[in-house]
Each structure stands twice: as C-alpha cells, then as structure tokens.
C-alpha cells in the first residue's frame, strides 16, 4: 500500500534513498509500528544504533530533563554532560581524549585529519597518506568516500581526495607493501560492516599494530558500526590482540541521537590544538546526556555481556537454518553484528520478511545482515528464524 506521506516523500524529499513502502509511527524495545499498525521485530536497529531498543524509558527522561535544562552554547563554553560522557569513554577504552561530532563520517574526518595533522607538526608535511582497505566504508562525506574501498560510493563524484590507498582486508602483506615515506595511518574497521560483515583472522589486527608502530604510523580503527557493544566486547578491537592509536565511533553512541567521536592517544591528540578543528554541534548537552545515559545503562544493566550470549545463540540459530538450506553459503559476524551469505540476491527476502512482521537488512546483494537492539531476546530470534526457515 502506498500512502499519502510516501506519495509526498516521493515528491519532495532528495531521491537518495530506496525506502521499503511501509511509514513507521512508533517504537518500543525491539518492536517498531507501522501507520496501519502493524508490528514489526526489529533485527537492523536503525543500522547498530539503536542498541537499547526504541523509546527506552531512562533514555527518554535524560533527554526530557536535559531538553528542560540546556540544550546548546557551543563548544567556547564548559558543559557537564560532554565531559562526563568523555571521562566515560576514556574511563572504558584505550583512549586518553575524546573529540565529539555529529556522525560516522564526521568523527572519520577528525580522524583523517589528526593523522595528517599528528606528522605535519612534526615537520613531516610529506606524510599524508592513509591505507584503508578494500570494501570499506568510512562514510559520505568527500574525505570519507575517498577513503571508502567500495567503487560504488565514489562514482561520479570526481575527482576524490587525494591521500588514500586501497588494499585487500585481512592481508597483512598488501599493507606490508604498501606502506612508505609518504603513509601516516593505516584506517581499519575491525569487522567490516557495510561490506559484508567479514570478520579478520584472528591475527591479522595484531600483526597490523605491530607493523604500524615498526614503520611508526598510526592505527586507526572504525567502529562506527562495531562499537559500544554490537560485537559482544565493548569495542570490537577488545577481541583481538590490538588497540589502535584513534578510534572513531558513532551510531550506538547515541542510541539513535546524532552523536559521533574521535578518541585518541595522548601523544596523538595533542596535535589538535585550539582552532585546529571544530564542530557547532559536536556534544551539545542534550545529544551528551542520551550518551551518557546510553552508556550508564550498558554498565549497569550488563548489557554487553549479555549480547555476547545472545549473538552465540543467535548464531548457532544461523548455523541451523545453514545446515537445513543450501543456499546458505556461510554464517558470518560476531555478537549481535551477524550476516548469512546466500547463493543468490536477498532482496526478495528482506521484503518478504516485512511482510511477517521482520526488520532485516540486505548488503553486498546476497548478504543478510542482522544487527538488533542488544536487549533482544531468544523469543525473537526463535521466530525470525522460523520465518527465515519457512521462506528459504
Ligand atoms: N564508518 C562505518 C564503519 C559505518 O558503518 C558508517 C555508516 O554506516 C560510517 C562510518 C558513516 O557513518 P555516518 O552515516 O554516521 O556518517
């Protein structure tokens, strides 16, 4: 059914988005309403943000208290909120600093930034490329897609940035051979989100911190999508045997407020000086209070050991419907960031999925992607395979 507001959307939003016909009106916990009212499991949480679910009480009383209190004053003013929420994120990673943006691209963009900034000021203008991998995604902006190891992202919008060199995921060699004078950073996400959830062999990010800090360049991990709990870990990069130097985040961070983060070293970090970089919006109080509020109940409420048992459910889940269908070619993933690979387009099943009441999520056109609210339960997954069984 089309509706009068998707009739409207057609005519006067950008064309830059492929919607699926359905207007979502409200949501609750793992649960979303269309205007017809009719209720859908959500397996994609608005991409690995809404980690908490939607509408989550304590969350929707932060921001109500904040929204009555402070909203914004800029960055030339001291607010609480962003500095409790960065004492948090330092408190909890490898990171001794936090720079706050607005999204994922944003927060890479620092990052790209801190790298070249980081050898420039030690008079090494000439070291200004990053190594990022093959079907990566870093995000939209023009920095970003020219990171970006996916074709696609960058097609017509010529020329790019200059500055990114592109290797092979999980080969060490391809990045052993590529570094030289001019490299400052290797940019990495842990597991490859958008381009298939791929995990790494479990050696690889060691061996790839290893060869930075032998060359003395920078690590950067993304864990826009990988963060704040999604793979069981806090941070993706807790499973392997590395820290990176920076690491960007945002999505989950808050939980479905735009929120983005630059974390980096001591030593690293000093480079960004005052005026250096800057955002208007970057960690008003109100977006820093649903994050920090985001990340008190994530402790609490033990959440991201809780999904680390859940995503192995959820996975021998997978491995069932692999062992009954063919045309599951591989189970792929970690915690609550899982994917089946199929033999043929999953389109088809996506949209046959909302039909029964499923949000799920198709990339790399034969890929299922599944990356629910953490707190989803086993009910939920029960019945999302059993509708997959039935489908497939
Ligand atoms: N980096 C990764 C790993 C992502 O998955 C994404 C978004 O999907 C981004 C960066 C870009 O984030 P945003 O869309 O918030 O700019």
């Not at 492929?18 to 959500?42: A, H, N, Q």
């Not at 960007?248 to 479905?256: E, R």
Request: charge should be negative.
């Amino acid at each position: 059914m089309t509706s009068a507001l998707m009739q409207e959307a057609d005519r006067v939003m950008a064309g830059t988005y492929l919607r699926f016909p359905v207007v979502l009106t409200k949501g609750s916990g793992c649960r979303v309403w269309d205007e017809d009212g009719k209720c859908y499991i959500d397996f994609i949480a608005g991409i690995a943000v809404c980690n908490l679910g939607h509408a989550h009480p304590r969350l929707a009383d932060a921001v109500a208290r904040q929204a009555k209190t402070l909203w914004h004053v800029s960055n030339l003013y001291y607010t609480g909120p962003q500095v409790e929420l960065a004492r948090w994120l330092v408190d909890n990673s490898f990171a001794d600093r936090v720079f706050f943006a607005n999204s994922g691209a944003e927060a890479n963009e620092a990052a790209i930034k801190l790298a070249r900034r980081f050898f420039s000021d030690r008079g090494e203008r000439e070291r200004f490329r990053i190594i990022t991998m093959e079907q990566s995604f870093h995000g939209r902006t023009m920095a970003t897609l020219s990171a970006t190891g996916q074709p696609k992202v960058r097609k017509g919008f010529d020329p790019v940035l200059q500055g990114f060199d592109q290797v092979r995921f999980d080969d060490i060699e391809a990045v052993r051979r590529q570094i030289n004078d001019a490299t400052c950073a290797v940019m990495v996400e842990p597991i490859q989100g958008e381009g298939g959830v791929r995990c790494p062999a479990p050696g690889y990010l060691g061996a790839l911190r290893r060869l930075c800090d032998d060359a003395g360049i920078l690590l950067i991990f993304d864990e826009i999508q990988t963060g704040m709990g999604r793979t069981g870990r806090l941070f993706a990069y807790e499973h392997f045997d590395a820290a990176p130097d920076i690491m960007t985040l945002a999505k989950a961070l808050g939980n479905g407020l735009p929120i983005g983060a630059m974390l980096a070293r001591e030593s690293v970090s000093a480079a960004f000086g005052p005026g250096s970089h800057a955002s208007t919006f970057g960690g008003t109080p109100l977006v820093t209070s649903a994050a920090l509020e985001t990340c008190r109940i994530l402790e609490e409420e033990g959440i991201v050991a809780a999904a680390a048992e859940t995503g192995r459910y959820f996975q021998k889940k997978l491995s069932w419907l692999q062992q009954r269908h063919d045309s599951i070619q591989e189970v792929l993933g970690m915690g609550l960031l899982l994917g089946i690979r199929l033999d043929r387009g999953g389109g088809p099943l996506v949209s046959a999925c909302l039909e029964k009441g499923f949000l799920i999520n198709c990339i790399q056109d034969r890929i299922l992607r599944f990356a629910p609210p953490l707190v989803i339960g086993s009910d939920e997954i029960d019945a999302l395979a059993g509708c997959l069984d039935e489908l497939l």
